[in-house]
């Protein structure tokens, strides 16, 4: 049985989840208010409807589903239907809907609605109007997000831009300035691993000396290894262009990537990608890139030219789609998820792309080596068996960063440990030929590489068994930051919860506590979704050294960028950013987020700064420094700034 599937189900997916809208432009909106009361007003529509195009009017239920909906950011907010309507209409019988007839605006309309408000009014109502819209036979829905001023609402003053941080002029220049692409090495590497990796599976290995074989039989000797050169080249360049359409996301909105990596929506998306990805490496199916392209590129391969020797690594890349494809997924999430931009995608690509075409390049310079590889068989088809398994794993992270971020309290710590023991557990039972699968023979014995991974997947397991209880052992320091936080637990009180710093969640409430106490603020720029920041947080803040400065010493403050619960309606309201585009800052996360990007130029967590209580950057800032000496010589930088 095989699943189609392309690599643009990833792309797609991350656009539809980011707000894509068909064919919106077609229906053209601007909304206002006008006062009715102290708390009644009425929104007023104005819509422009382009030629040859339909707007179904509202009030008209179409197969269950009203033709016109109100959403609002806050529950304050209500409105008391129906809409009134003006402009052209035709009544016109429509033939998606059995031709019943439907009441369509075709050119200019206005439609109004009472809208009452509950509590204070602030100074700016934010929601959005679902709609569906058509032309000839086509059907689509459409969602106009909009904000409209309200008469005589307040608005709570809420400081985004800080007019006196100078982020290049601190007072010590102490930090991570000039050092922003540290962290691309170790993206860079996780992806050569996933390159290494993802040549030991079935849809690869076997091609390699096929491949080698082509290109030092092909002319002369010199000429082949160039050849070879080049074909691992390509293959190189494939993945790094794979990453492309990522920089287009991130030049529209800097902290798009990182909306995108913490969507609670696209987290249960992957969740379900992965899984699928699992049960395919288990053999039940096999998911392909469809025959068409397969074919239509191989047959532009092969040859000395230039084109048919990247249409051969084009092939390669294609093929192996069913092998690589899940493996790839996990290095683009992994990538995002990192939160640092596209530039962290081009690195891990690259790692991948030079991974699996490295070998390649080496074995054409030294075909002797040829040799020494063992020979394909079942030993393949058990790699793949164990990645799926991994990919589980995978998949629990995924859905344990959409219960982090929505705070469902569903994943805590223990029962994702949970998980990951039984899938431990599994691998375990499968290296022993306890378990199998379609494709697998039954196993006669156990050879030395496979009795290598089954010690490791065996320790592996007993090290996780401790984070299940309620004890100091459940610490598991080797993976911080995978499962959810210390505290984020199922017992009542965790043992390991108090050894951590407890932190103020608001900024102006830090810098108040800091002019009272006379004392710096810290600021740690998180989201519930950083595994680097639960790292920090468990292994270096719980540092004596750390902890006793951060505790005596600052006003710390944790800015969670990914907070999704919203602001009070009196703070909600639309940025103007330095960029010239308008924000609507409507969460908590939307506010830090931004604070963030406009103070301190960057997007990705964890990220740290020191402050003075006048508001003055003390050094540059920090990001993620897992070496707890580092990060105590740094805070000390900023306490001496803060003395002078």
């Known amino acids: 049985m095989r699943i189609r599937v392309g690599l643009w189900l990833l792309f797609f997916g991350l656009i539809f989840f980011s707000g894509y809208s068909q ?55 209500s409105v008391r239907p129906p809409f009134l309507s003006q402009g052209d209409s035709i009544r016109h019988p429509v033939a998606l809907f059995d031709n019943l007839p439907f009441t369509l605006y075709i050119s200019s309309a ?47 003053s809420s400081r ?63 000429k082949g290894k160039a050849h070879a050169f080049l074909y691992g080249f390509f293959i190189l360049l494939i993945y790094v262009l794979l990453s492309l359409p990522f920089y287009l996301l991130d030049h529209l909105d800097p902290e798009i990537l990182n909306n995108i990596s913490t969507n609670m929506w696209l987290n249960l998306f992957f969740f379900a990608i992965f899984v699928v990805f699992a049960i395919s490496f288990f053999g039940y199916f096999e998911i392909t890139l469809p025959g068409s392209v397969a074919n239509s590129v191989g047959s532009k391969s092969g040859g000395a030219s230039l084109a048919g020797i990247f249409f051969m690594a084009l092939t390669l890349a294609i093929v192996s789609f069913s092998c690589t494809g899940p493996i790839l997924g996990s290095l683009l999430v992994g990538a995002l998820s990192n939160q ?73 710590r223990e029962i994702f440990i949970g998980f990951w023991i039984l899938i431990g557990v599994l691998i375990t039972l499968y290296l022993l030929g306890k378990i199998r699968f379609p494709h697998d023979s039954p196993l006669k014995k156990i050879s030395r590489p496979r009795a290598v991974f089954l010690l490791f997947f065996g320790l592996a397991t007993l090290y996780l ?60 720029f998180t989201g519930w979704a950083c595994v680097n920041c639960r790292r920090m947080e468990e292994n270096v803040w719980t540092d004596p050294e750390v902890r006793k400065r951060m505790l005596d010493s600052f006003v710390v403050v944790s800015l969670y960028v990914d907070e999704r619960r919203l602001l009070p309606s009196a703070a909600q309201m639309v940025y103007p950013t330095r960029g010239g585009t308008q924000k609507n800052i409507l969460t908590v996360g939307d506010k830090w987020a931004t604070f963030q ?3 301190f130029n960057a997007v990705s967590q964890p990220q740290y700064a020191i402050v003075s209580p006048e508001e003055k950057i003390l050094t540059y800032t920090k990001g993620y420094t897992p070496k707890a000496a580092e990060f105590t010589q740094w805070l000390d930088c900023g306490l001496s700034a803060a003395r002078n």
């Open 23 to 77: 064919d919106s432009t077609a229906i053209q909106w601007r909304a206002h208010s006008e006062k009715s009361d102290s708390s009644h007003y009425r929104l007023v529509f104005d819509v422009q409807v382009k030629p040859g195009w339909q707007l179904y009017g509202p009030g008209q239920d179409l197969n269950g589903s009203p033709s016109m909906e109100m959403n609002f950011a806050d529950s304050s907010f």
């Open 110 to 156: 206005k439609f109004s609605i009472p809208l009452k408000i509950q509590g204070s009014v602030p100074g700016k109502v934010f929601g959005s109007l679902d709609y569906y819209y058509g032309k000839a036979d086509s059907f689509y829905t459409g969602s106009y997000s909009f904000n409209a001023n309200l008469e005589g609402g307040v608005n709570k």
């Open 160 to 222: 985004i831009l800080i007019p006196s941080f100078d982020l290049k002029h601190p007072v010590k220049d102490c930090g991570d300035s000039g050092t922003a692409g540290k962290g691309l090495m170790s993206i860079f590497l996780l992806g050569l691993l996933g390159g290494f990796i993802a040549l030991l599976t079935p849809c690869v290995f076997p091609l390699i000396p096929l491949t080698v074989s082509f290109f030092t039989k092909s002319g002369s000797q010199g």
């Open 340 to 412: 640092g931009g596209a530039i962290q995608l081009s690195f891990g690509m690259g790692g991948f792309g030079l991974g699996l075409a490295l070998p390649f390049a080496l074995f054409a310079l030294f075909p002797r080596w040829l040799g020494s590889l063992p020979k394909s068989g079942g030993w393949l088809g058990s790699v793949k068996v164990v990645l799926g398994f991994l990919e589980l794993a995978m998949a629990i992270k995924f859905l344990s960063n959409a219960d982090l971020v929505e705070q469902w309290g569903l994943i805590k």
């Open 465 to 524: 068994l401790p984070g299940v209880t309620n004890t100091r052992a459940a610490n598991l320091s080797l993976i911080s930051g995978f499962p959810p936080p210390l505290c984020y637990s199922i017992y009542k009180d965790p043992v390991n919860c108090g050894r951590g710093v407890e932190t103020l969640r608001d900024y102006e409430e830090a810098l108040a506590l800091a002019k009272k106490l006379h004392k710096p603020v810290l600021i740690d």
């Open 597 to 599: 990007s406009e103070n």
